[in-house]
């Protein structure tokens, strides 16, 4: 059957990292219409995805490269694009300056996410992952864009310029030599 092969681009593995882009996106739209709430969950319901999807391809012998590369573009949606919309749509209060500034940050947090999953990427190719991820991996990063969020939103940081630094504090961690060990 087509979900337990490892040559169908539909397997079981693959399928649940379509649902973890698929919640990604959705939780994108629900952004946009201001409802954060719907979005995290939607979020974390994504993260749940991410981690079954490793599961079921090392249960079913089912890694290949079309899952690697597809994991990594549903990571690049979940953990990188959309927790950036958030806290940059949550920030939306501010001058149009304000504005473009956090869209210049939020761009280079999304660079440096897609350069860090790319960098992961070859070095996985090359055999070079250790028992450690030398940066802090997407997931991480957007753990702490949703804690900012939650600092923001409880107004315990309202400064959009604080928050924009540490922004880009976890944008430059994301391609760094920090060693993160694996879970």
Known sequence: MFLYEKSSHFNIANLVTFANITFGLVAMYFIQQGDFFTAII???????????DGKLARRYNLSCEFGIQIDSFADFISFVVMPAFLLFYALQKTSGFETAVAGGVFIYYIISGLRRLIEFNIKSEEGEVARYFEGVPTPLGA?????????????????????????????????SKVRIPHP
Do not use: C, E, P, Q
């Not at 939607?42 to 079954?52: E, K, N, P, T, V």
């Not at 753990?143 to 430059?172: E, G, T």
């Open 42 to 52: 939607l979020a974390w319901i994504a993260g749940a995805f991410d981690i079954l």
């Open 143 to 175: 753990i702490l864009l949703w804690v900012l969020y939650l600092l923001h939103a409880n107004d315990l940081i309202s400064n959009i310029y604080v928050i924009l630094l540490l922004v880009i504090m976890i944008a430059y961690l994301l391609n």
